[in-house]
Every structure is written in structure tokens, then in C-alpha cells.
């Protein structure tokens, strides 16, 4: 039988373990200063690491481009929802990260969700990093794939599950390691150079997250794979002669943080987005993306690889915040990246920083299980390339008075 209180019990059970969550409404555009509760606050939670969600050239993109296209879509992209616009973009896309083609999606949580179910399923197993985004996770769910989790950031940890002794490895049952290469609530980076060569070991597909590199790593900013296998011009992350099966690799990423628009996509090889457009659900049965947000996303893409003095200066900020955390004694994990946590311990702990720092005129929420474990519960501050120097030496003061 239902209980019917199971609502209210539910929601009194969050709120007795500090884990509940309320919505804020904030009443500007994104940017370092934003309006919150009736006042301009300094604000470190948006992903908009490039400023350019508010650049006045993507505005001008998407105003020409409602002009021309209208806003919706009117369709899924396999009927009439696939553009002109939606073709070029995929097209900058798929030369932005080296590979063959790319195929865009609505957001960037269905592209996990639609990649990784088109390459696995039923038999198969997926085996991921324990600090995933969720996204990746609800992704094996919907394939239903078997999945195997390996300590965070654990190359030999992760070449155990793809390698397990116990079993005999049936060669038509496929292997798939999916990872975030920035991890979005630490900010760190996986060890991909050492996993990707235990996939051309096993014979494992590679899936890689770059939703919070793109734009940020690599010499033209497409992210961490640029960076640690390829010069800009080489094909991505191709597969070693005589690799078995010569294993598929795919890039998923997003159009909504470095790029400061809504989106996500796939950048791959062509059979490999062909196998996407035709099995992933996410992509089949949705509207597509508005034709409008394309052409905004093409023009963000364009500035982010005409002005690389944007991402140098968003990296060097957050060296600039780190050290200054580290000399006053704050727990900023392994970031490399301009995700910053600072680990307070417990939700309580979190909130109380949280709320100091917003009396202090800094909006920069606090993290909570269960998008962290427990016992970590943090600040997530998140830098962009329209923050100074002042406004670091600013969170830091607050910080340090705040702590007491």
C-alpha cells in the first residue's frame, strides 16, 4: 500500500540532515555579479568559465539567428528538427576536437545518456570512475549494461575491471571505460593518458567527459585528451596499430560551460556517430536543439579559439586562488582546473561558510551529498575569465574571516 506521507517524511528527513535543497532565483545575467535576493553580490558558481554566456557577439549571433531560424526546433533532428545550422556546427565541432564527425544533442546529460547507450547494452560492461558525473551513471542504467566502479582516478585500479581474472571475457560482449578527464566537483583530472592505454590493451571502447575541459585544456582548448596524447592537428586519441578491433573513442562535451550556451555532443568517428543518430534514444525522441542556439554556439566556438587569452587568463586566476587557500590552510583537494573546492566535512559545516560568505555580499552555494560522498561536503567555487584578481583577493578575505 502507498504511504501517502511519504512526501512530507521524505522531505523533513532531508531537512533534519541539512541535505535539503531550495532554489534560488537569481536576476541577471550570468556574469561575475549577479543580483541575488534584491542585491548585486560577487558570485563563484557558474560555469561559465570563458565569460562567454553574456559576450555581446554571441547576443548578436542568436538575435540574427532568431531572425532567421525562429526560436524551436519544431522537431526531433531525424525528422525536420535537423538544420542547416545544426550541420555547421557539427561540422566546427567535429574539426575543434579532431575526429571524423560530431552529432549534437539537446543538453549535455542526454548526450551521456544517448552515447553510452547506443555503444553498450544488455551483457556488456561499462567501468567508470567513482566520482562520474551522474549523468555517465544514469547512462548504464539506461543501457543496461553491467557496471564496474574503480577507485577515483585509479589507472590500475581501472585496468583490473577491464581485466578481470576470475571471468573468461566473451569477445562478443563489448567493454566500455567511461570518465569525466576534469572532474566536476574537485576540479582534479583523470590519469587519461595511463587509461586510455589499458583500453588499447583489453580491447575497451574509451568514453571521455570533457564537458569542464572543453575550452579550457589542450593548445586550442579542446580539451584534456588535446593535451595529453596529440598535436592540435593529429586525429584524437586514435586507436595503436593492431589494437583489438581497433576500439571505438568518443568525446562527449558541452555547449553550456566554457561555451556559455545549452547543448551538448559527441565528437567521434563517422561510424561512430552513425551508430549514435540511429540507436540513441535521447537523440531519437526529442526535439532538437534550437537552430538559434547552434548558430550562438558556433560563434562562442569561434572566440574561444581566436582569443586563447581567455582560458590562459581563467587557469592563472585559479593558480592565483589555490595558492592563496593552500597558504591559509584550506583543503582545496587536487584541483588543476578553475573548479576549486574547498572540503568543509560535514553538510552543516558547508552551509555555514556558504551563508557567511553571502552575508559578506559572495554567492558561492554549497555542496552536499549525494553529489559528493559523504564526509566532504565543500564550497565548489568556480572561476571565469570576467573575474579579477581583486574579486580572488576578495573570496579569500571572506573565507578567512568567515572561518574565525
Known amino acids: 500500500m502507498t504511504d501517502p ?54 547576443r548578436q549571433a542568436l538575435c540574427r539567428a532568431v531572425e532567421k531560424w525562429g526560436w524551436g526546433a519544431g522537431a526531433s533532428p531525424l525528422l525536420a528538427g535537423h538544420t542547416d545550422a545544426h550541420a555547421a556546427l557539427e561540422a566546427d565541432l567535429a574539426a575543434f576536437k579532431h575526429t571524423e564527425a560530431a552529432v549534437v544533442f539537446s543538453t549535455g546529460y542526454m548526450t551521456n545518456l544517448g552515447a553510452i547507450s ?14 562520474n558525473h551522474a549523468s555517465l551513471y544514469d547512462a548504464v542504467r539506461l543501457s543496461g549494461a553491467r557496471l ?26 563489448r567493454m566500455l571505460l567511461a570518465t569525466d578527464t576534469v572532474f566536476s566537483m574537485g576540479g582534479d583530472l583523470a590519469p587519461l593518458a595511463a587509461l586510455a592505454d589499458a583500453c588499447r590493451r583489453s580491447g575497451a571502447m574509451l568514453l571521455v567527459d570533457e564537458a569542464h575541459a572543453t575550452g579550457l585544456l589542450g593548445p586550442t582548448g579542446a580539451g584534456l585528451a588535446e593535451q595529453v596524447f596529440r598535436a592540435p592537428d593529429a586525429p584524437f586519441l586514435e586507436p595503436a596499430a593492431g589494437a583489438a578491433g581497433g576500439s571505438p573513442v568518443a568525446s562527449v562535451g558541452t555547449l553550456s560551460k566554457a561555451l556559455g550556451g545549452i547543448g551538448g555532443f559527441v565528437a567521434a568517428s563517422r561510424g561512430t556517430c ?18 538559434a542556439a547552434c548558430e550562438a554556439a558556433r560563434e562562442a566556438l569561434r572566440i574561444s579559439r581566436e582569443e586563447p587569452e581567455r582560458r590562459r587568463r581563467v587557469l592563472d586566476l585559479a593558480d592565483r586562488l589555490r595558492a592563496a587557500l593552500r597558504n591559509k590552510g584550506f583543503d582545496t583537494g587536487q584541483s588543476a582546473t578553475p573548479i576549486i573546492p574547498i572540503v568543509m566535512g560535514e553538510p552543516e559545516a558547508a552551509l555555514a561558510m556558504a551563508a557567511a560568505l553571502l552575508a559578506r555580499g559572495i554567492f558561492c ?23 579579477t584578481e581583486e574579486d580572488v583577493d576578495r573570496l579569500v578575505a571572506a573565507l578567512v574571516a568567515a572561518r574565525g
Open 365 to 387: 552555494p554549497a555542496i552536499r551529498p549525494p553529489t559528493v560522498a559523504p564526509g566532504t561536503s565543500r564550497l565548489r567555487v568556480s572561476l571565469t575569465a570576467d573575474h
Open 148 to 173: 564496474e566502479r574503480y577507485k577515483h582516478a585509479d589507472a590500475v585500479a581501472a585496468e583490473a575491471c577491464l581485466n578481470p581474472k576470475s571471468e573468461i571475457r566473451n569477445p562478443k560482449l
Open 274 to 291: 552513425d551508430l549514435i543518430v540511429n540507436r540513441a534514444r535521447p537523440f531519437i525522441y526529442s526535439t532538437a536543439l534550437p537552430a
Open 118 to 131: 547506443a555503444l553498450v547494452g544488455r551483457g556488456d560492461t561499462v567501468v567508470m570512475d567513482r566520482e
Open 5 to 58: 506521507d511519504f512526501i512530507r517524511r521524505t522531505l523533513e528527513d532531508l531537512k533534519a540532515r541539512d541535505l535539503y535543497r531550495h532554489l534560488v532565483a537569481v536576476g541577471s545575467a550570468a556574469g561575475p555579479r549577479v543580483q541575488v535576493g534584491g542585491r548585486t553580490v560577487l558570485q563563484f558558481a557558474s560555469n561559465n568559465y570563458l565569460g562567454l554566456a553574456g559576450d555581446p557577439r554571441v
